[in-house]
C-alpha cells in the first residue's frame, strides 16, 4: 500500500503514476492537504507559468436530445424553459467578448441538431471572420465527419468530458451512450487537429477513490490539453435530485493531483466548483488552475441553462465579473495572459523540486 508522503515523493522521480499512487493522494488527510496543494501550485507554475487564460463560454441552446441523469438540460426535464439563440445573438455574444478583450470563446450547448453542422460551421466561420478569437466547442457527441467540418470551419478546440472513467457508472449515468464511444469523440478530436479538453465530475454516486484515480489516468493517457475538474451538484429536476453534492476537498484534492500528473494541461476553476464554495476560483487558483470561464451569455436566457442549481454565474455581469478577476489575480500575483493561450506541451514531466 502506498502512504501519502510515498506517492508524493514519487513524483520527483518522474515514473508513470498508478492507481494505488494516486488514491493514496487522494486521501490526503486535512493536515496533508496543504502539502498536496503547495505541490500542485509548484507544478503549475513549473508546468503552463504564472499567467492565467479567460475563455468566454457562450451557451447558446439549451436544448438536448441526451437524458443524461445529472444534467438539467437533459430531454426529459420537461419544467426547463428551452432556448435557443439565433446566429445574430451568437456571434453579437462573440463580439462582446472581444471587445472585452477575451481571446477565447467557448460555444456550448446541450446536444441539439437544430443547429445542423452546416450552421455551426458558418458560425465559427464568421466569430473567425469578424474577431481575432480562438473558438472552443462544446456541443457533446457527433460523428468524425462533423467534427472535420467543423474543425474546416476553423474551430480550434473542443471540449467533451469524459465525466467519469468507470464505464458501469458512466453507462448508468448516460444511457444515450457509452464511455467507449466519448473516448473515441476525444481520439477522433485529437487526430483532426483540435487541442482537446475532457474532466470528470468529482461526487457522483457511485464513484470511489478508485474511480477518481482512473479518471486521472484516463486524462493524462488521452493527452488532453484542458481538464474541467468540477463537483457533481444535484438538480433537483432530475433523477439524481437527492444524491449528495460533491464535497468541496476531494475536489480540490481531485485538482490538484490531476495537475501534477498533467503538468502543462490547462485546468480551469471551473463554475461547478465556485458554486459550491464563495471562495472556490481562489482555492483552485492557489491549488493548480490557472484558466477562468467567464459567462457572455445574454443575460436574458442565462438562467434558463441551469445544468445545476444555484449556477454561480447566473447573475454575473461580464465587466463586473472582470474587475472581480483582476483584483483576485493582483492579490495572487499572477498575470492574465495576452495570448491565446494554446496548450504547449514540450516540457519534462518530472518535478525534482517538489520531493
Ligand atoms: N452537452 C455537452 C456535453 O455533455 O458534453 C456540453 C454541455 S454539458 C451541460 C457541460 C458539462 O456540464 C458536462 O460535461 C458535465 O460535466 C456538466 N454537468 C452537467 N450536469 C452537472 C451537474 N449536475 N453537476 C455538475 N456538472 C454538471
Ligand atoms: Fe445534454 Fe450535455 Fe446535459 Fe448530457 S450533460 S443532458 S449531453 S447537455
Known amino acids: 500500500m502506498n502512504s501519502f508522503q510515498d506517492s508524493l515523493q514519487s513524483l520527483s522521480t518522474g515514473s508513470p503514476p498508478n492507481e494505488e499512487q494516486i488514491t493514496a493522494l487522494l486521501s490526503a488527510n486535512a493536515e496533508q492537504m496543504p502539502a498536496l496543494l503547495s505541490a500542485a501550485d509548484k507544478a503549475r507554475r513549473r508546468g503552463v507559468g504564472d499567467a492565467v487564460h479567460l475563455r468566454a463560454i457562450i451557451e447558446f441552446s439549451n436544448y438536448c436530445r441526451k437524458n443524461c441523469l445529472y444534467c438539467g438540460l437533459r430531454r426529459d426535464n420537461r419544467s426547463l424553459t428551452r432556448y435557443r439563440l439565433t446566429e445574430q445573438q451568437i456571434l453579437d455574444a462573440a463580439g462582446e467578448a472581444a471587445a472585452l478583450g477575451f481571446r477565447t470563446v467557448v460555444l456550448q450547448s446541450g446536444e441539439d441538431l437544430y443547429y445542423t453542422p452546416t450552421v455551426i460551421a458558418r458560425i465559427i466561420e464568421r466569430v473567425k471572420n469578424k474577431y481575432d478569437l480562438a473558438v472552443t466547442l462544446s456541443l457533446g457527441e457527433h460523428s468524425r465527419q462533423t467534427y472535420k467540418t467543423w474543425r474546416e470551419a476553423g474551430a480550434d478546440r473542443y471540449l467533451i468530458k ?54 486521472i489516468l484516463l486524462m493524462r493517457k488521452l493527452d488532453v490539453d484542458m481538464a474541467g475538474i468540477g463537483p457533481f451538484l444535484p438538480h433537483p429536476a432530475t433523477p439524481l435530485k437527492n444524491a449528495a453534492p460533491g464535497n468541496l476537498e476531494l475536489t480540490l484534492k481531485t485538482l ?45 436566457v442565462r438562467d434558463k441553462y441551469l ?48 520531493a
Request: glycine share 8%.
Open 256 to 300: 490538484a493531483i490531476t495537475r501534477l500528473y498533467l503538468p502543462q494541461t490547462h485546468l480551469p476553476a471551473t463554475t461547478a466548483l465556485c458554486t459550491l464554495a464563495k471562495d472556490g476560483r481562489r482555492l483552485a487558483l492557489s491549488g493548480g488552475a490557472n484558466v477562468i470561464m467567464p459567462n457572455l451569455t445574454p443575460p436574458a
Open 162 to 215: 469524459q465525466e467519469t472513467a468507470d464505464e458501469q457508472l458512466f453507462k448508468r449515468l448516460k444511457p444515450d451512450t457509452s464511455l467507449s464511444r466519448r473516448v473515441q469523440c476525444l481520439c477522433w478530436l485529437g487526430e483532426l487537429g483540435y487541442q482537446t479538453g475532457s474532466g470528470n465530475m468529482v461526487g457522483l454516486p457511485g464513484q470511489s477513490l478508485h474511480t477518481l484515480a482512473r479518471d
Open 307 to 354: 445544468i445545476y442549481p444555484q449556477k454561480a454565474d447566473i447573475g454575473e455581469k461580464p465587466a463586473r465579473a472582470l474587475a472581480d478577476i483582476t483584483a483576485l489575480l493582483a492579490d495572487l500575483g499572477r498575470p492574465l495572459a495576452g495570448d491565446r493561450g494554446h496548450a504547449v506541451k514540450n516540457k519534462p514531466m518530472a518535478y525534482p523540486e517538489l
